[in-house]
């Protein structure tokens, strides 16, 4: 391999993440992922990661929405398809915007995305080292989850990913 090439591929193997708190939301995932595992088990996987991290901290355990899911796997999809990484969707939507397109209705949210990263691992150690993505991740304010993933061939980063936390009075756990 040329020492470009490896060059090119370590920049890339370290990601870019990014956080928001209030009116932001976002989803991602990576093409291992899916032929390793269903969705559902790489969503279940990074649910236990991200529960296993808040009980290292003593927070309480988040549970699965999926209305929650659905718009993070939305905005994933979305960052994927048009090669860029913001909170903001092509169409001009915010992450609150795109919950409540899902009929979510909730009483707080936030939202972390990354690109980049190849693993579960992998993201969730760059977001634990980002100051805003660990206090989304570490809130006791968020009650629920939801997260999404996804990978095209000629995109500019191997995966888009995009997790999504809320609370509510009035939603339940899928």
């Not at 890339?12 to 595992?37: C, D, I, K």
């Not at 993201?123 to 996804?150: E, Q, Y």
């Amino acid at each position: 391999m040329s020492p470009l090439f490896l060059l090119v591929l370590a920049v890339m193997s370290f990601g870019y993440s990014t956080a928001a708190e209030g009116t932001e939301l976002t989803p991602v995932v990576n093409r291992h992922l899916r032929s390793a595992s269903s969705k559902l088990d790489w969503r279940a996987e990074m649910l236990k990661k991200v529960n296993q991290v808040r009980a290292d901290h003593g927070v309480g355990p988040l549970c699965m929405n999926i209305k929650l899911q659905n718009a993070a796997q939305v905005h994933s999809t979305d960052m994927a398809v048009h090669n860029l990484m913001s909170h903001t969707g092509t169409d001009g939507s915010q992450p609150q915007k795109r919950i409540h397109a899902e009929h979510y209705v909730e009483s707080t949210q936030a939202e972390n995305v990354a690109s980049g990263q190849k693993s579960i691992d992998a993201v969730m150690a760059s977001w634990m080292n980002s100051p805003k993505h660990r206090a989304n991740i570490l809130s006791p304010r968020f009650t629920m989850f939801g997260c999404g993933f996804d990978d095209k061939d000629k995109s500019k980063f191997p995966s888009y990913w995009t997790q999504v936390f809320a609370a509510s009075k009035s939603e339940k756990c899928s």
